[in-house]
């Protein structure tokens, strides 16, 4: 990474956080462009996805290819994934050293169809790219506030809602902690947190305080995929998928998910659409996703897919923040930036450009953080609450949840749905 010693601070911490991710998966990430802060996506070096349905076809391209290419012929992993539906090709090193990217360029070159195959990317929780981040929009901050913002939300009636936050892990003392009333009754994977906190530490936690604050009579499980710091707050897309079946198991009316990823040619993922395909669309479940923290339209999946609920920003007064992605990412924007809730005791450095190295202590049992990742929980606790005092199915919810936004139209973004508070 040899442009670490620029000076634009948003192209240094992009080169940050690159440089924090490859490291915590002994150099599994490559990247799109040239100058790592220009990434526009993540990927496994040595791995592409296919679709089942495109095996023949992809098995046939490979066959075309120049014999020179592979020092070893290509073999399909043994994992089954989606009950064989999505399939994982392990590619042995190149020759010419030919990049994966390289690969599909020259397997679509040969016949095989644009899409059928991509690199497995790397989702981050609310990633980004050039100008962009591959996290929340900032590193969490200290607060003297002890209350949570938005409010715990008063509901009188309703039936119980089950919600799986997929995230970085759950902090248990947060359900126990006097602090922390609202987080009664949570479970989760223990992120395993000790005094000196990881990054990401207390994601998932903050997200599913604050989808209990939309809808205290929801039954929260955190599902977690990055687990004593595994992963570095990332995980491929055909790892994540497990993890999305794993949280249907606790058969969810509701599915938080505060990340996502770029995907080459800006094509739909193929794992998140063969999940779709083959076990979200045969549930009473939504989907709710952050949309990305890098200002563009550019599609950021899977909230830019139509099945998905897309969540981008506000500010508190309303407006779109500056951070946060639009168009087709974002069906809706509600309350993203500084938000109020529970989070974990320890110390925290700062990783990241322009406060890199710095000491942030946290002793209140409460953090202030940005970013869609914490507009998503607010929509899909809104969505939750819905479906607990109506009665509704899942999908009824959600429409009748995003029938309640409102148009506006931003200078810079255009028009656009917007949630806006209170949402008590």
């Not at 990412?329 to 990783?351: I, T």
């Amino acid at each position: 990474m040899g442009d670490w010693k620029i000076g634009d601070d948003a192209r240094r911490r992009s080169t940050d956080q690159l440089r924090d991710l490859k490291e915590a998966n002994d150099g599994a990430v490559a990247w799109d462009t040239e100058a790592p802060a220009d990434f526009t996506y993540l990927y496994h070096p040595d791995r592409l996805l296919v679709d089942a349905d495109d095996a023949d076809a992809f098995d046939q391209a490979l066959r075309r290819l120049d014999e020179g290419i592979f020092q070893d012929p290509p073999k399909r992993d043994d994992v089954v994934l989606l009950d064989g539906e999505l399939l994982r090709y392990l590619l042995p090193p190149r020759a010419g050293g030919q990049t994966v990217l390289d690969v599909l360029d020259l397997l679509e070159r040969g016949g095989l169809r644009r899409g059928a195959a991509s690199p497995d990317h790397w989702v981050h929780v609310s990633p980004g790219g050039p100008g962009g981040t591959a996290c929340p929009a900032v590193e969490p901050m200290e607060t003297g506030l002890k209350e949570p913002w938005p409010p715990v939300a008063v509901q009188e009636k309703g039936c119980e809602v089950s919600v799986v936050v997929v995230d970085t892990g759950w902090h248990p003392p947060a359900a126990t902690d006097p602090r922390t009333p609202w987080m009664h009754d949570i479970e989760g994977d223990d992120e395993l947190n000790g005094p000196d906190l990881r990054p990401y530490a207390g994601h998932g936690t903050f997200i599913a305080g604050v989808v209990r604050c939309m809808a205290p009579q929801t039954k929260i499980f955190v599902e977690g995929f990055a687990v004593g710091g595994i992963g570095g707050g990332g995980i491929l897309e055909s790892d994540l998928v497990v993890q999305l079946e794993e949280a249907l198991t606790h058969d969810p009316q509701v599915i938080n998910l505060s990340a996502g990823c770029r995907t080459r040619d800006d094509l739909p993922s193929i794992a998140f659409e063969k999940f779709y395909r083959t076990r979200l669309r045969k549930r009473d479940c939504v989907l709710v996703a952050a949309a990305g923290n890098d200002g563009w339209a550019a599609p950021f999946w899977p909230a830019a897919a139509p099945w998905c609920v897309g969540v981008g920003s506000l500010d508190r007064d309303g407006r779109v923040s500056e951070f946060s992605n639009f168009g087709v990412s974002a069906d809706v924007f509600a309350l993203g930036r500084n938000l109020v809730n529970a989070f974990p005791d320890g110390s925290f450095e700062c990783h990241e450009t322009p406060d890199k190295g710095d000491i942030r202590i946290f002793g209140t049992g409460m953090a202030r953080w940005s970013g869609t990742s914490f507009a998503a929980p607010v929509v899909a606790g809104l969505i939750a609450r819905e479906i607990s005092e109506s009665g509704s199915s899942a999908k009824e919810a959600r429409d009748a949840v995003l029938a309640r936004s409102v148009y506006d139209s931003d200078p810079m973004v255009g028009p656009h749905r917007e949630l806006r508070q209170p949402y008590a």
